[in-house]
């Protein structure tokens, strides 16, 4: 029988605020452990929470951007149960009464366009941490940090539309494109400042009724996202051919076993006995306060994406990779501003550019060389001092000692030849030298042109102007062919 | 009766409290009282009324984003019942 997978996503994003979600501390990540608290974090009796308000901002940026209905009136809640990274005995998140709710995130997938539901948003406290490596591998107790406690996070829960593995890690890419464009979370999943939880569920194809859902944690990366639940999907229809039962369980994919695992020992089944925290009063949103928050939103990776097409003429493809990163679509506005041709500067940046980058690990804002020196570049090409191929060469050269592309050709004396004699006199030179190869020629062995171009543009060591190459070699081998 | 000592005793597990069997039957008995009293609620109209989380009708306290000083470790361990270096220590949990 064919099988269909349904996947829905919960995503954690820790928001990028100076302080914790309900008091002063700092959110500084690598901090020495238990540096980091007060009596509010650490749960003591008789405090307060406070909310901060940027929490509050921020969250509803995303919810705005994300095309949610934004509460009037949401609650805190207490969840209820006891872990020893929570000293409160319960984390404050939101249960009934959530920030946001009915909104949509827009995939672009190979079949088509295809609207994801996000079914809520809402803020909560992130826990503590507990230490069991280094040091402490073998010992017989936990070490609990609680620096991380307190800390803001936003849980996005997406409706179960996902139908493939794929399709979750392109949700992926697109909620972080966005979350990062917002500036409300830095996307880092490896550090797990994003986190994803996947629900996922397998039924007969075209079947309405979803199957029994496992819920899989701990993978930290898009690809993981992907590899775990393809894993999954296998197994589950697995245990169903074999005539099995999918049991509702948590569980942990292995990064380099490469499968997922039940967890074992998982006490009683989830009882949190949510209620609502007297300790902090509603939270009310206005219609002012969401308009202010839509004024402030930047212009979000799907909508630049459009504007580049039409704008730049570009396909949508290098549109989409261009857009996917705020800094690298900066960069790509200010080299055409400085000049350059907009096809070229998309071919060059996803070409060069972006590996360069890649390969140390750099974002386009900290690129060496600046958006108008890829332009100045651009303009030697486009005059015909370098050729295209030489010009990839001085590109490495600017990127690794920060040159500009005038001084790297000046420097090491590339700039093209297109003197018409110099470039005759070569190619006299590589039919002299080569009669076998012109004998073949003649014979009626067209393709040995090629052959006659590689060697002159060897002896001018790749300076000559290549399409005078081409022309005065095809008329000089022509003439040859017509005095035999 | 309104619970069942079963209710109890799972209950008094998910507040990690260990109970006598005298007092699940003490607890069992008295909190079916309470809820009986409660269950008088039930008889007011309560059609078209919000049910209220709290009893203080305000909304919107905030505090700005400012980092303030925390607690000195030594402060942040002081009370507490296991420490090591600079780590609370608590039974060892596996995930």
Known sequence: MEYEAVIGLEVHAQLLTDSKI??????????????????????????????????VEYALRTAVALNCAIAEKSVFARKNYFYPDLPKGYQISMFERPLAEHGWIELELAGGKKRIGITRIHMEEDAGKLVHSGEFARADYSYVDLNRT??????????????????????????????????VCDGNMQEGSLRCDANVSVMPKGSTKFGTRAELKNMNSFRNVQRALEYEIV???????????????????????????????KEDAHDYRYLPDPDLIPLKVDEDWIGQIRQSLPELPGRKKGRFVLQYNIPEYDAGVLTQDQGLAEYFEAVIKAGAASKWASNWMMGELMRELNEQNKSAGDCPVKPEELAGLYRLIEKGAISSKIAKNVFLEMFRNGKSAEQVVREQGLTQVSDDSVIRKMIEEAIAENPKQLAEYLSGKDKMSGFF?????????????????????????????EGK | MKISRKEVEYVAHLARLKLSEDEADKFTAQMGQILSYFEKLTELN???????????????????????????????????PDKEGNFF???KIIE
């Open chain 1, 453 to 481: 171009v590689g060697q002159v543009m060897k002896k001018s060591q790749g300076k000559a102007n290549p399409q005078m190459v081409n022309q005065i070699l095809a008329e000089a081998l022509k003439k040859l062919k």
């Open chain 2, 89 to 91: 220590k608590v039974p």
């Open chain 1, 150 to 183: 307190g800390v803001p996070l936003m849980e996005i829960v997406s409706e179960p539309d996902l139908r493939a593995p794929e399709e979750a890690a392109e949700y992926m890419r697109q909620l972080r494109s966005i979350l990062v464009y917002l500036g």
């Open chain 2, 46 to 80: 309560t059609e078209g009324i919000e049910p209220t989380s709290h009893s203080v009708p305000m909304v919107n306290a905030f505090r700005e984003d400012l980092v303030k000083p925390s607690l000195l470790v030594e402060d942040a361990l002081a009370n507490a």
């Open chain 1, 235 to 265: 197994r589950q229809k697995k245990v169903i051919e074999s005539g099995g039962e999918v049991i509702q369980e948590t569980r942990l994919w292995d990064d380099e076993m490469g499968k997922t695992g039940g967890m074992r020992g």
């Open chain 1, 22 to 55: 309900f008091c002063g501390c700092s959110t500084k990540f690598g901090g020495e452990p238990n540096t980091q608290t007060c009596p509010v974090c650490l749960g003591m009796p008789g405090v307060l929470p406070v909310l901060n308000r940027k929490v």
